[in-house]
Nanobody, 125 residues
């Protein structure tokens, strides 16, 4: 059973950047598809980006295209989310999920995966 933990959240001014990391606290995620989701205050959890196990296939939500980049380093067993040009509406708890099911472009296959506890990202207005 794999367990994952996110890190790298924090408070950043609008226009700034943050890089989130998702690593296994137990087991390894190198053979798992992985994705990032977020839950803004008072809203439902939404898909941000996903990558297959190899890192060669990636998908993004429309709001993430051009600003966020998902990547992975399987040698380190870590999946990253580089976020740039951050906006106040990006404020949310960001979660990582991993799963071995076939990856869907909307990330829905990852909803049934293994989730971390989340990391808070705050962009003050």
């Amino acid at each position: 059973q794999v367990h994952v933990i996110e890190s790298g959240g924090g408070m950043v001014q609008a226009g700034g950047s943050l890089k989130l990391s998702c690593a296994a606290s137990e087991g390894t995620i190198t053979t798992y598809n992985a994705g990032w989701f977020r839950q803004p205050p008072g809203k439902e959890r939404e898909f941000v980006a996903a990558t297959d196990w190899s890192g060669l296939t990636v998908y993004y939500a429309d709001f993430a295209k051009g600003r966020f980049t998902i990547s992975r380093d399987n040698a380190k067993g870590t999946v990253y989310l580089q976020m740039t040009a951050l906006k106040p509406e990006d404020t949310a708890v960001y979660y990582c999920s991993v799963d071995s099911a076939p990856l869907l472009s909307n990330g829905h296959s990852l909803f049934a995966g293994t989730w971390g506890q989340g990391t808070q990202v705050t962009v003050p207005s």
